[in-house]
């Protein structure tokens, strides 16, 4: 289905690609950490910046290298092996797709020769579309900003689809299921999703996109999010994930197929990427 179909926003403003990467030869290789090093010659590094990107930065493209962390990614309903079992991901951002393609093509390159191997996870940015400002000075007018990697070290990535079911609700209903609700006492009976989340809102930086080409297609899941946070608040995004999936206290999570959450590290350059 198409955003427009939803009565959800229909702006793309901004891309992000995915690249989940096993290493094959390829692990501690020099050449190819300086190969790596040179397809990002041109992108902005985000391990080293703070705050939202300017628009030139942007518009240029950015990359993130991230080192899978041993022992934390975890299968969720959806198997998805070439996420769960890669040694590192490296995340892409730019307003438009060309750059990032052209850097997709190079390090499928370096890394298929080495017999490694490249899993690509694509989304577009788009607008919010269930929240009202009411819910924007709750849930995002004191979020965490974006920070570099010495600060924000950990990040992870959760990849996920709606059912049918949702799909096929009025977007009334689908909006309802991020509200409170209440009995007809109006005591509170269920949190709903954003106060299921509240505790990540000052402690974890969450960024969001959409499925490039619609909603409850077979070729890509509906969202990928993606979670930066500091090494003390590892245990909140535990607690968040946690509460999101308690279908009693968050019924919008009948609705949800995960595919793996996968755990990486923030690193700097290809060479702490590729380390043994």
Known sequence: MQPDELNMTTAVTGHQLFLFVTFGDGRGDGELAKAVDQLGQDLDNMHHAGGPP????????????????????????????EISESHGLIRLECATLAPLKIYETGLRQLI???????????????????????????????ALPPGPGEIYPLAAVTP??????????????????????????????VKGHALASAAGVPNINRRLVHAPEGYGLDEN???????????SDAPVFHQVM???????????????LEGPEWWGRRVGNAQAFLEK
């Open 160 to 189: 996920m689809n709606k059912t049918p079911a949702w799909w096929n609700m009025d977007f009334l209903h689908r909006e309802s299921f991020f509200l409170p609700r209440y009995d007809v006492n109006e005591n509170m009976v």
């Open 242 to 256: 946690a509460a999101l999936r308690d279908t009693e206290q968050n019924p919008e999570w009948k609705y949800v």
């Open 112 to 142: 298929e020769t080495r017999g490694g191997s490249v899993e690509t996870l694509a989304g577009v940015m788009r607008a919010r579309s269930y929240t009202s400002h009411a819910m924007t000075q709750f849930a995002y007018a004191h």
């Open 54 to 81: 300017s628009d030139e930065a942007f518009e240029r493209g950015r990359f993130q290298l991230l080192r899978a962390e041993d022992g934390l990614t975890s299968e969720q309903q959806i198997a998805h092996p």
């Open 221 to 231: 899941y509906d969202f990928v999010g993606y979670f930066e946070f500091a090494e």
